[in-house]
C-alpha cells in the first residue's frame, strides 16, 4: 500500500559554499520505512539550491563555486537590487541557474543516487544562514 | 487513501517577462481536496521557464531578466536556429539554463513555499503567445 | 488503485551531444500499465544532463551545444579538477547549469510532452560512456 510522509530538515550555512545532506536526507527515507518509492526535496528560499553533485574530489565543488562567481560576480553594477549587500542579487541568480527541486527515486531502502553523486545545500549567501528543505517521500515497504 | 488529479492550466503572456502563477496552482491543489500530497508541474514548451523565485521586491525579477539578456544576448551570431527571429534561439537557451519542470510537496492543503517563494511563468519569447502547465496533484485528504 | 514501478534505462553515448529518449521512457509508462500518471526520471551521473528541448529543428540542439561551449570552455584555465581532461570539469559545470532531474505527468497513457518537447540525455563528456537513468513510475490504469 502507497502512503507518504512530509518532514522539514533544517540545515544551518556558516558562509557561502557546499553542504552535504545525502545522509539526512536517507534518514527520512528510512524512517518513512519506504523500500520503493520517489523521494521530493523542496528548498524553501530564493538566494540558495540544491544541487547533486560529485562526493569526491573536493575540488570539482571547489570549480563550481570559482566557476559560479565569475559568471556572476558580487557587486556587479547590472544589478538594482542589492538591499542586501553585493551577495543579494548574485544569489537570486545562482538559484534561478541551479534548483530548488530535487526528485529521487528510492529502491532496496535506498535512494538512487549514483555511485558518485551527493545532494548537496549550495548557500549562495556570505552570511550564516538556516536554511528549510521539505522533504516528501511516497512509498511502500516492498 | 492517496490519489491523484491531472489538469491544464493556460497562461497568456503578453510579452518577454514573469507572470505570477501561485494563486492559480494553489486553487488546483484545494480543488483536488489534497491535505497532504506533492504538486508536479510541467510546462509544454521549449522557449519559457517554470522558476520559482523571490514575490517581493520586483527589482529581484528586473535584474534576473537583464542578467540572462546579457548572458544570452538576442541576436547573437554564435546562432543558426533563427527561424522565428533574434529572440528564438535565446530564448530555448534561458529555457536549459532553467527549467519546465517543478514539484512541491503540500502539508495542511498549502503548497510548500518559503514566505519569500512565488512561482512563475518566465516567457522569453518578445511576443504574446499562450502557454500550457500540465499539473499534477498527488495526496490524501488528511 | 495507485502504484508504481522502477525501472532502469541504459543509454550508451558515443561522444558530446544530445540522444533522444523519449520512446524508451514512453516504452516503460506503457509497459506500467499506466494511464494517468507521474513518471520521474534520475540520472545517476555528475557529467551528462537530462533536458526537455525541441525535437524538430537539430540546429536548436547544435546552438545549444556551441553557446554551452563557449560559455564553458573547454581547458579552461580556472579549473583545478582537471583529472579526466579538459572536459572533466566542464561537464560537472555543465551538469550543474541544467539538471539530472526531471518529473513529467501521464495522461491517457501518454508522457504530458507538448508538441514541439523531446526528451533527450546530454552528454558533456568527449569518449562514449554508457549512462544510467532510474525511471519511477506512478499512476494508475484509468
Redesign the interface.
Known amino acids: 500500500m502507497?502512503?507518504?510522509t512530509?518532514a522539514t530538515l533544517k540545515v544551518s550555512t556558516g558562509r557561502r559554499g557546499f553542504q552535504e545532506i545525502t545522509r539526512q536526507v536517507q534518514a527520512l527515507v528510512s524512517d518513512a520505512g519506504v523500500q520503493?518509492?520517489?523521494c521530493?526535496l523542496?528548498?524553501?528560499?530564493?538566494s540558495a539550491s540544491l544541487?547533486?553533485?560529485?562526493n569526491a574530489?573536493p575540488?570539482?565543488r571547489?570549480?563550481?563555486e570559482?566557476?559560479f562567481a565569475?559568471?556572476?560576480p558580487d557587486g556587479d553594477a547590472?544589478?538594482?537590487?542589492t538591499?542586501e549587500g553585493e551577495d543579494d542579487?548574485p544569489a537570486?541568480?545562482r538559484?534561478?541557474?541551479?534548483?530548488?527541486?530535487?526528485?529521487?527515486?528510492?529502491?532496496d531502502g535506498r535512494l538512487?543516487?549514483?555511485?558518485?553523486?551527493g545532494i548537496y545545500l549550495w548557500e549562495h549567501r556570505h552570511r550564516p544562514h538556516t536554511r528549510?528543505i521539505?522533504?516528501?517521500v511516497?512509498?511502500?515497504n516492498a
Do not use: K
Open positions: 502507497l502512503r507518504q512530509v520503493t518509492g520517489l521530493t523542496h528548498l524553501q528560499h530564493t544541487l547533486i553533485q560529485e574530489d575540488d570539482v571547489r570549480d563550481l570559482r566557476f565569475r559568471l556572476v547590472l544589478f538594482i537590487h538591499a542579487m537570486h541568480v538559484t534561478a541557474l541551479t534548483t530548488v527541486n530535487l526528485s529521487v527515486p528510492v529502491a538512487c543516487l549514483g555511485t558518485w553523486q528549510s521539505v522533504v516528501h511516497l512509498g511502500e
